[in-house]
């Protein structure tokens, strides 16, 4: 269970996608409340270095 970085909900989110990043694990979540998209990255060892990132945050819209 993750919790969303964009409205702080913390339960089931739909896995979008999985893949392998420099030796992390990242996941690709849709929130179930708020319907925004995160990362989530776990290192390779599995401690506790895990974080989310925010995903279209800041992003110009077209024509700025």
Same mark, same amino acid.
């Given at each position: 269970?993750? @919790? ?9 989110? +739909?896995?979008? +996608?999985? =893949?392998?990043?420099?030796? =992390?694990? !990242? ?9 925004? @998209?995160? @990362? =989530? ?5 599995? !401690? ?6 925010? !995903? ?9």
């Amino acid at each position: 269970m993750v @919790r969303c970085p964009h409205c702080g909900f913390e339960g089931e989110s +739909k896995l979008l +996608k999985t =893949w392998k990043y420099a030796g =992390w694990d !990242v996941y690709f979540y849709e929130c179930s409340k708020c319907g925004k @998209r995160f @990362r =989530w990255q776990v290192d390779p060892s599995g !401690v506790k270095k895990s974080y989310a990132m925010r !995903v279209g945050v800041g992003a110009r819209k077209k024509g700025e």
